[in-house]
């Protein structure tokens, strides 16, 4: 059984959980993008081996979106937390 930490309601069962995919934030000013960058926004990923950030929800419990550090290589979380406009690069 994988576990993962909800930031709201501690460890949880994995089963509880939807995976939203790798972060990839939105350009920083949306209405000056072109029509490469929203496309690199809305379908290019990364799909990387090993830590990589990703977006989670707890729809079996909290209904919270939040972010989890995970290495793909080893399935192992090592955090997870509150998504905050700071963090946005």
């Known amino acids: 059984m994988l576990i993962l930490d909800c930031p709201n309601c501690g460890a949880r069962n994995t089963q509880e959980f939807r995976y939203g ?7 920083a000013e949306p209405d000056a ?6 496309s690199s926004y809305l379908y290019m990923r990364h799909n990387r081996l090993g830590l990589q950030k990703e977006w989670w929800y707890h729809r079996a ?9 995970r290495d793909t290589g ?3 979380v090592s955090r ?10």
């Open 21 to 27: 995919g790798e972060y990839n934030p939105r350009p």
């Open 33 to 38: 993008a072109d029509d490469a960058a929203w």
């Open 80 to 89: 997870t937390y509150f998504w905050s406009r700071e963090q946005i690069p």
């Open 61 to 69: 419990g909290c209904g919270l979106w939040f972010l989890a550090e």
């Open 74 to 76: 080893s399935d192992k």
